[in-house]
């Protein structure tokens, strides 16, 4: 694939976007990541905040909706140890993932909130089973882990939430690097509108008033949050507008805005428009998360985007 | 979380931990004496049995390797460089003459070895660690073939192999070792063993600097303003490279990148934004939460 931008190269629409590649290949290498990584930046997410969810319904005894949120949280957890385990290379050796804790690693702290945060959402919704436990021991054992249980998955919630951001944003992929002060922000509103979104989707409408809320805050914070991020990402934010990403970002946007406005309006008054505003916000995370993904891949397989922004933070 | 790595021209092997660490070893890669001759790559792929990834034709002047990755670890980039014709002599056209009108641009790619390196500390396993000498390498069983270390590397090198389950070592990282089986015998790396112009020099890293530094004063002197080193800055974005380079145009006209940055300094901070983001995830919650 001889390609140089001596002749027969399309003239940037970018201002001072001339250097010699060589051949147009790319310079840094994209994750060798498939699916299963921007599921889980959405499953993980997801999980966190409903666990959180199901603190705040327990809270304000709104207890189908914790019991939903719980059921959520563990369900998407377990995807999400199959997701990443699926993805390793070698897969029979996901083991060694313990053989040490790296601040320096996103993917090491990681490993270990979901290490602890898993057994925590496991219990704290097996709990919520106790009453179908034939046996007594067993089901006052249940009853009795059920609070640190369901305390210790909402501790290391906010942190699973939030620390995917951070996995991204240590790389050199261009467009997760340069976007790493306002992609927390992107992700946490993302997990809490998918959160929200699924309690309202699962929960009775009388019971997911806060599911709602929570969701609310979830779009506003995400929608702030992803518009400062694409101004902070200079030149790379092209990829957030362009190809794969650019579409399943626009689905995102256009997802989260209805869910927004359904959720306002219709959610509180209809079962159905409930669950219509929930999936709906359901769908805006999971396209964000395949979205910003696909545009960090996107970002590596061109040099302009490596160089570019180097060669201008040289002069 | 003090990186306290940031000090400029430390062993980087002291600082993980070797006692009584040998001086650090190192290339230089002086790419204006460099023929082409791809010596280092096959020597490097017999030398470290790396299998055979790909033989394409890239249609990238005789550079039909690609670039480094999982099975390539030393990299011969190719470029024919029109330049100037020099001035016709009594309107006769110098086409042809002892004077071409263009230049090659010939450079053995290779794992920088870099002082801070992404890949080393995104690592979630351990696998990659720090050798006595300074160098970076991956320990082939313990590597569980996450693959962070691979968009971590600012350089593009290291990557997870593939290819069928029966070859060695599918899907876990591999880059050149400095050949640490080599050099831990006292030996020279087969690349640089292999060198017939010795365009590749291995040797004690300081040494290596002062010898890059001679080079290309006299380069300079001799007019050729755009020769440059690359790598050899302790002060630059990865603590400067424990392999060092001579290049005789902008980096980025080889394949590299022109100021790479290791993203792991950016790390506090990004764990700080983390922290906020997830404290107005609380914060959302509790209003959220509220009676009204």
């Known amino acids: ?315 | 979380m003090k990186l306290q790595f940031r000090e400029p021209g430390i062993n980087p092997a002291v600082l993980s931990g070797w006692e009584d660490a040998p001086p650090r070893k190192g290339f230089f890669t002086d790419t204006s004496i460099c023929i082409g001759c791809k010596a280092c790559e096959v020597a490097c792929k017999e030398w470290n049995h790396v299998p055979e990834d790909g033989l394409e034709w890239l249609g990238t002047s005789y550079d039909n390797t690609g670039s480094l990755g999982a099975s390539t670890w030393r990299h011969v980039a190719f470029i024919e460089q029109p330049i100037a014709k020099p001035a016709s002599e009594n309107g006769i056209a110098s086409n042809g003459s002892a004077n071409p009108d263009f230049r090659w641009l010939m450079s053995s790619d290779v794992c920088k070895h870099c002082t801070e390196a992404g890949c080393l500390d995104v690592c979630p396993t351990g696998a990659l660690f720090r050798t006595e000498f300074g160098t970076v390498v991956v320990q082939d069983d313990i590597c569980n073939g996450c693959g962070y270390c691979v968009p971590a590397c600012p350089f593009g090198v290291i990557d997870r192999r593939d290819g069928s389950d029966s070859a060695k070592n599918v899907g876990i990282a591999q880059k050149c070792t400095l050949c640490y089986d080599r050099i831990g015998a006292g030996m020279t790396p087969a690349c640089a063993q292999a060198c017939p112009t010795e365009s590749i020099q291995f040797g004690d890293l300081d040494e290596l600097r002062v010898r890059a530094q001679e080079r290309i004063e006299l380069l300079h002197q001799q007019g050729n303003k755009s020769a440059r080193l690359y790598g050899e800055d302790p002060n630059d974005g990865i603590g400067g490279a424990g392999a060092i380079f001579l290049l005789l145009d902008e980096p980025e006209v080889y394949g590299l990148p022109p100021n790479p940055v290791v993203t792991t300094r950016d790390l506090p901070e990004m764990w700080k934004r983390a922290g906020a983001a997830a404290l107005a995830l609380i914060v959302g919650l509790a209003a959220a939460s509220l009676k009204r």
């Not at chain 1, 959180?52 to 998407?76: D, H, P, Q, S, Y």
């Not at chain 1, 919630?157 to 992929?173: E, F, Q, R």
């Not at chain 1, 261009?174 to 309202?200: D, N, T």
């Not at chain 1, 397989?301 to 060669?311: A, S």
């Open chain 1, 1 to 315: 694939m001889p390609k140089t931008n001596k002749s027969g190269r399309e003239v940037p629409m970018v201002p001072k976007a001339n250097f010699t590649s060589y051949y147009g290949n790319p310079i840094v290498k994209a994750a060798p990541w498939g699916k299963d990584i921007p599921a889980y930046l959405f499953l993980g997410g997801l999980a966190g905040a409903s666990s959180l969810l199901a603190l705040g319904a327990e809270v304000t005894g709104n207890n189908i909706l914790r019991r939903n949120c719980k059921f959520t949280a563990v369900g998407a957890i377990g995807a999400s140890y199959l997701a990443l385990i699926h993805d390793l290379g070698k897969p029979s050796r996901f083991v060694n993932m313990l053989r040490v804790a790296k601040p320096t690693s996103p993917m090491s702290v990681g490993t270990w909130i979901i290490t602890f945060y898993g057994p925590a959402a496991g219990f704290s919704a097996a709990s919520e089973l106790r009453h179908l436990v034939n046996s007594k021991r067993i089901s006052s054992l249940l009853k009795l882990i059920n609070k640190p249980a369901m305390i210790g998955a909402a501790t290391l919630a906010p942190a699973l939430s939030s620390y995917t951001a951070v996995l991204l944003g240590n790389t050199a992929t261009p467009a997760w690097h340069s976007g790493f002060k306002e992609m927390p922000f992107v992700f946490v509103g993302s997990s809490a509108l998918a959160a929200g979104g699924m309690g309202m989707l699962t929960s009775p409408v009388s019971q997911s008033a806060i599911a709602r809320r929570f969701a609310v805050a979830g779009v506003a914070t995400e929608l702030f949050a992803i518009k400062k991020m694409e101004e902070s990402m200079g030149l790379v934010s092209e990829t957030l507008n362009s190809g794969t990403a650019g579409q399943l970002l626009k689905a995102s946007k256009i997802l989260s805005i209805s869910g927004l406005i359904g959720t306002l309006l219709i959610a509180p008054k209809s079962r159905l428009g409930s669950i219509a505003s929930g999936a709906a916000l359901v769908l805006s995370s999971i396209c964000t998360r395949f979205g910003i993904f696909e545009a960090g891949q996107a970002s590596s397989r061109d040099p302009k985007y490596t160089v570019m922004p180097q060669k201008s933070s040289n002069s």
